[in-house]
C-alpha cells in the first residue's frame, strides 16, 4: 500500500469517525428536546417518535457498511456511554468479529455491557483459533457452553490452541487451509478447489500432505495455475519450504516471514503432521501487539489502557512505576540536599545542573532504546556485552567533549569563569559515560533475569542520569570552585 493510499485511509477512518458524533450529537440534543418538552401528552400518530430515532437509524446504517476493524476503531474513540450505545446497533452477526478487532481495555467494557445469549451467539459465529484469543475474558460459564457446542473437530482445535503459551506460534496459528495429495493430477486438485465457495484468507499455497497428514511439500497456487494440469502434485510441489512448529516462539516466526516475504507458513508437530498454518495477517497483528506493548512498557504502563476508562482504573495501570519514580526522584533531591552549602556559595549551579541531568537522560533513553531494540531483533548475543559497552561509550566520549565543551564556553561566558566552564565540561561527559553503561547494562541484566528489558526502563535510565548527573556535576563543583 502507498503512502498516499494510507493517509487517504486514515482520513476516511477520521472522516466516518467524524460523522458518528455528529449523528450522536443530533440523537442527543433530539433526546434532550423530547425530555424538556412540558406540554400535555398529544395523541402519537408515530411521526415525533421516528424523527426522534432516524439519526440512530442513520447511523446503524451506516456501521453496516463499515468493516469491523473500522467499527472497532470507532468503538475505542467514543466515550463510555456513547460507545455503549453505537455497540447497541451493530448487528449481532457482527459482534464476535468487532471483539476480536478492539483493544482488550475496551473489550472488557464491551463484554461487561452484553447478556449471556448475546456472548453465546457472538462467540458461536467465530472460528477455533479465533475462539482462543477471545477466550481468556468470556465468563467461564460461557466458554463452557461454547465449547459443548462444537464439534469434536473444533473442541480439539480450541483445546490445543488454548494449551499454547501466548507468544508462541501455536497462539497465532491457524486451522483453516486447504491439503492435498501429492500423488493426484492439478486438474484433480482445480476441480477440488472450485467445490469451495471461497479459499481461506491469505491463501497462496496449497498444503501436500500424506494419508497420515504428514507434510511433504507445498504447491503455490502460480505453481498449479502455469502447469500442465495432467502432471501429478508430487512432481511440481516444492519440497524445499519454511515450516514452523507450534512450541516456537512467535517472534521467531514474525522474523522469517520479513526475512523471506512469506505469506503463510505450514505449522507441523515434533512428529511433522501438519496441525496448521500462519498468515501474513497473525503475523502483522503480533508485530503490532508486542511494538504497542514495548511502548506501553518504556514508558511504564502495566498495560494498554483505555483512554476514556474510569479514573480509579487508570490509577492501578499507572501507580507501580510512578511509585517507583517517586523513590527515585526522592533519592536525587537527596543528592542536592548534600550539596546546599556548595549551591548558596554559587547560585550559577542551581541554574546549570539540569542540563547536565536533562542531556544525560536523554542520551541514556537513545542508548536503552538501541539495545532494547537490537534484543528484540535477535541481534544481541551474550558475548556482544563488552563490544556494544566499548562502542556506546566511545560515542558518549565523544559527545561528552564536544556539547560539554560546547556548554563549558557558554557557562564561561555567562558567568565570567573558567573553572566553572571546566567543570561543566566534565560533568556532562562523565554524565554521559554513565547513561552509556546504564543503557547497555540495564537491558542486558533484565533480558539474562528473565524479564522484559522494555519495562520501566525508561524509568530507570531518568532516575540514574538526574541523581548520577546531580552528584557529578554539584561534587566537582565542590571540589574545584569551593
Known sequence: MSEESQISDSEDLQKRLAEVQTLLARHKLAEGLAQQQEAPPQPDDGTEEQARHQHLE??????????????????????????????????????????????????????????????LAAAETLDADELADLAPDLPRDVIQDVFQSLSVEEREQLRAAMSYPEDSVGSIMDFEMVTVREDVTLEVVLRYLRRFDELPDHTDQLFVVDREEHLKGVLPLNVLLVNDPEVEVGAVMQADFIELQPDDFAEEAAKAFERYDLVSAPVVDHDGKLVGRVTVNAVVDFIREEAESEQLAHAGLREEEDIFASVWDSVKNRWSWLAVNLVTAFVASRVIGAFEGSIEKLVALAALMPIVAGIGGNSGNQTITMIVRAIAMGQVQPDATRRLLR?????????????????????????GSVKLGLVMTSAMTLNLLLAASAGVGIPLMRQRLGSDPAVGSSVMITALTDSGGFFIFLGLATLFLM
Open 58 to 119: 442513520e447511523l446503524q446504517q451506516k456501521l453496516d457498511s463499515m468493516h469491523p476493524a473500522d467499527i472497532a476503531h470507532i468503538l475505542e474513540s467514543l466515550p463510555l456511554d456513547e460507545r455503549l450505545l453505537v455497540w447497541d446497533l451493530v448487528k449481532a452477526g457482527r459482534d464476535g468479529e468487532i471483539l476480536l478487532e478492539v483493544s482488550d481495555a475496551v473489550r472488557e467494557t464491551l463484554i461487561e455491557s452484553m447478556a449471556r445469549d448475546e456472548l
Open 391 to 415: 562502542k556506546e561509550l566511545g560515542v558518549a566520549l565523544i559527545n561528552g567533549l564536544i556539547w560539554g565543551s560546547l556548554l563549558g564556553v557558554i557557562a564561561w561566558w555567562l558567568y
